[in-house]
């Protein structure tokens, strides 16, 4: 794998900027997301000193020209990085090299922010928001924003912007026992963060749980929170979110054979505690239930192996959840 380096910070001293890893995919323009990054990180005061690192990789041509991209991107004033890996790598190798290219730029060693091309942040100052959470809590490894839509299918109702809105009443601010990964816009320490990514290259396994059940099961803690709601490409076919849905429990089955069932405690607590505060609300209490029901039903199928064709499952998933 070899990586070629298409802009490098101006900056010689970058040891006391914050390294965002950004994997950008041939399907992806990341300069929304990034745009949503620096507008939150100027908001801190004093303004958060960032550097984004994006990692485009891919056999195919990416979504946004590199030369137009780092230009659009100088135009920012903003210290980045953009290497192309011109190979399908894939996520967590792209994460790795950009790992390495923080390294290399001797950015700072205790935190790392990692963002996905296709997030947008919407939360007032994100990063320093996070920052003051993983300084004020020595057992906190990472802490993301929350992926909230405003309008989304049934199947994606624990991101809805009704669901959170009737647990925000309930409770207050909303907690997630596990970070969203780059949707989130997530700050980690950077040790943690780095042995996750290692950990999911070996396994197999998508980075966001890895770093979920590492952590728990070192005792640790990791948090979204909807104090920072991001925005995030949703899965608007149910194919698309069976196919999102399988990849995510085929990791946290590898995860739960590694660290043990303890580790989804915290997320079956969530979800009971979400179910009783949402019996207010007839309509979303059914479309939690089925939405718990539809994703039971994939982890059923992980669990036996016996996937059928993507046609077969989206008819009976869809069958399922008609009155």
Not at 290 to 309: I, K, N, T, Y
Request: hydrophobic share 40%.
């Amino acid at each position: 794998m070899t990586a070629e380096m298409l802009h490098t910070p101006r900056h010689r001293t970058l040891d006391s900027t914050l390294p965002i890893v950004v994997p950008v995919g041939p399907d992806h323009d990341p300069r929304p997301a990034i745009a949503s990054s620096l507008r939150a990180a100027s908001e801190a005061s004093p303004p958060t000193r960032t550097v984004h690192i994006l990692v485009l990789n891919g056999t195919r041509a990416p979504a946004v020209d590199p030369g137009v991209l780092v230009k659009e991107l100088e135009e920012f004033g903003s210290d980045f990085a953009v290497a192309r890996i011109a190979d399908d790598v894939g996520y967590i190798r792209a994460v790795l090299e950009g790992l390495g290219i923080a390294r290399r730029l001797r950015t700072r060693e205790d935190r790392v922010g990692f963002l996905d091309a296709d997030a947008v942040l919407r939360g007032a100052a994100h990063w320093d928001v996070l920052e003051t959470a993983l300084s004020a809590e020595p057992e906190l490894d990472a802490i993301s924003g929350m992926v909230i839509h405003e309008q989304c299918e049934l199947w994606e109702t624990p991101s809805s912007q009704k669901f959170i809105q009737t647990l925000e009443r309930a409770q207050g601010i909303v907690s997630k026992p596990y970070i969203q990964g780059g949707a989130g816009g997530t700050l980690a320490r950077r040790p943690a963060f780095e042995y996750a990514a290692r950990m999911a290259l070996d396994l197999g396994t998508l980075l966001g749980p890895t770093l979920s059940a590492s952590s728990l099961a070192a005792g640790r803690a990791i948090r979204a929170t909807s104090q920072l709601p991001c925005g995030h490409t949703p899965r608007t076919t149910l194919d698309e979110w069976l196919t999102s849905v399988t990849a995510y429990e085929k990791s946290w089955r590898q995860l739960l054979a590694v660290f043990g069932r303890g580790v989804e405690k915290p997320w079956r607590d969530f979800l009971r505690t979400a179910e009783e505060q949402v019996k207010s609300d007839p309509v979303l209490a059914h479309s939690l239930s089925e939405c718990r029901a539809l994703r039971q039903r994939v982890v059923d199928d992980v669990e036996r192996e016996d996937f059928g064709s993507a046609d077969d499952r989206e008819a009976d998933l869809i069958a399922s959840i008609r009155p």
